[in-house]
């Protein structure tokens, strides 16, 4: 695709439910990223892929957090349990290769009530 | 991990003036470092990079100064329009861990 599509755009969900995030890169990106980005923060590191597996997940909070990307290309973030504190802009991002230029996605934007 | 400050978190400046914004490092194995625009709602923009084998890089109005000894890099834009109006964040990262580490941002504002 033209640029890193994210779906949904929004989601709002119950405290204690699960949720799935999806992401789209760029068409033959292989490195692919999740920040998670809190109101008037930066954007914080969570995991990274290279291809179909996580190279570096050490930015994941805890065991509830997960991702996938089984293809090596869509990648999806899964959230159990939700807490309100998991509420922030989900963010994907893409590159052509590790020392490629990072691309992100519009975000997906997470409302745990 | 590596640790990145940036300053101001808000900056107003005159249409036509210059804005400068300011970030430190930690790590001395950082040697990669974007800088980013994000409009209100928005995706981060790429606006421009550096790696360490270089001080200085420019494109058009925007350019970004490294200083390595230092551990500190900036961001200039010349000759400011309304649409710079923008949070913008710096980066780091290290060679074979390619996660970003970001500042806070600075929200810049543009005065007509």
């Known amino acids: 695709g033209a640029g890193v599509s994210q779906t949904p755009s929004n989601k709002v969900t119950e405290k204690g439910k699960y949720v799935e995030l999806r992401c789209d890169p760029i068409s033959g990106h292989t490195a692919l990223y999740w920040y998670r980005q809190s109101l008037g923060q930066g954007p914080e590191f969570l995991i990274y892929f290279q291809g179909t597996g996580a190279a570096d997940d050490s930015g994941l909070p805890n065991d509830r957090f997960f991702a996938v990307r089984p293809e090596g290309s869509v990648s999806t973030l899964k959230i159990q349990r939700t807490e309100r504190g998991d509420s922030a802009v989900y963010l994907c991002?893409?590159?052509?290769?590790?020392?490629?230029?990072?691309?992100f996605g519009q975000g997906t934007r997470l409302t745990v009530v | 991990g590596e640790n990145v400050e940036q300053h101001p978190s808000t900056l107003s400046v005159q249409e036509g003036d210059s804005a400068v914004i300011k970030c430190t490092y930690s790590d001395s194995a950082s040697n990669y470092f974007p800088w980013y625009k994000q409009e209100l709602g928005k995706r981060p923009q790429l606006i421009i990079d550096?790696?360490?084998?270089?001080g200085e890089k420019k494109d058009q109005r925007i350019a970004v100064t490294l200083n390595k000894t230092a551990k500190h890099f900036s961001l200039h834009i010349t000759e400011t329009q309304p649409e710079d109006s923008a949070v913008y964040f710096c980066a780091a990262s290290i060679h074979g861990n390619e996660k970003l580490t970001f500042g806070t941002g600075t929200r810049l504002t543009i005065i007509p």
């Open positions: 550096i790696r360490s084998n270089v």
């Open positions: 991002a893409s590159s052509l290769n590790p020392q490629g230029l990072t691309f």
